[in-house]
């Protein structure tokens, strides 16, 4: 099949401004994870961009967050997360150290939804939001730049997993 010169004049002017940092997405690489809303179990549309981390490609392959294991083990490293947490606002909602306020405790065993058994499930709560209220956060999800990168969501869950107070298992060590 060809491509027409109509075309082939968009795919060229689509490389050259992302060479120059205009379109966020310029990745030929897909996501092999497939994330779905929380709100409606319709798929968010995550794309790779320019500027993610190493750390947030490997999630894109794998649904893994590999800053869960490493932060468990390192509190100190785990503060990154708080940060971002802090920055974010999330506070507002869940308290200062996620035990909850005006919306709940996200380090407890009482989850509102299964799927925050596992990080991708955790991830797509914050990226696409959920139909208790929570917006979503994610700079794809919610068509504005300026929210969260990937990267930014991911230390904030692998901060939530180190201080989680909750008993029983913890599937997200074990992912």
Request: charged share 25%.
């Amino acid at each position: 099949m060809s491509i027409s010169h109509k075309a082939r004049q968009i795919i060229s002017i689509m490389a050259m401004l992302g060479g120059f940092g205009l379109v966020g997405s310029v990745n030929a690489e897909d996501v092999e994870c497939k994330f779905i809303s929380t709100i409606d179990n319709n798929p968010l549309p995550i794309k790779v961009h320019e500027d993610d981390t190493p750390e947030a490609k490997e999630f894109y392959k794998t649904c893994k967050n590999p800053y869960t294991k490493k932060y468990v083990a390192d509190p100190e490293a785990a503060k990154a997360g708080k940060k971002k947490f802090a920055y974010y606002s999330c506070t507002q909602c869940h308290g200062g150290n996620a035990g909850g306020q005006t919306g709940p405790s996200i380090i407890d065993d009482r989850w509102q939804y299964a799927k925050h058994l596992t990080d991708k499930g955790m991830f797509e709560s914050i990226a696409g939001g959920t139909p208790a209220g929570m917006p979503a956060w994610h700079r794809d999800v919610a068509g504005n730049p300026e929210l969260l990168p990937t990267d930014d969501i991911l230390k904030i869950i692998g901060w939530l997993r180190a201080s989680y107070q909750g008993g029983g298992d913890k599937p997200w060590l074990q992912e």
